[in-house]
Nanobody, 124 residues
């Protein structure tokens, strides 16, 4: 089974930056779209960003557009989420998830493999 491990979370001041990583083991990510999701205390999980299997297609939640950038390095079997201009409302546990797809976009992908999450706290 595909295993995903997130890293890179932490405490950062408003306006700061973090880069999250999602590393896969046991299987190649070549045919997986990868999504980043987050869940804040007392709130439902929400989608943040997604990248297609080739990296040619990406999408973002309106709340993070222009501040977050998703990318992937298939040679390293890793997907990244660069988060800039962080705000207190970005505080959440961030999860990455993988969905097998033969299409080069994220639409309709079912994310069946999830990581354990990494905490991001934005506070002064």
């Amino acid at each position: 089974q595909l295993q995903l491990v997130e890293s890179g979370g932490g405490l950062v001041q408003p306006g700061g930056s973090l880069r999250l990583s999602c590393a896969a083991s046991k299987f190649s990510l070549d045919y997986y779209a990868i999504g980043w999701f987050r869940q804040a205390p007392g709130k439902e999980r929400e989608g943040v960003s997604c990248i297609s299997s080739s990296g040619g297609s990406t999408n973002y939640a309106d709340s993070v557009k222009g501040r977050f950038t998703i990318s992937r390095d298939n040679a390293k079997n890793t997907v990244y989420l660069q988060m800039n201009s962080l705000k207190p409302e970005d505080t959440a546990v961030y999860y990455c998830a993988a969905g097998f797809t033969l299409r080069n976009h994220c639409s309709g992908v079912s994310f069946g493999s999830w990581g354990q999450g990494t905490q991001v706290t934005v506070s002064s």
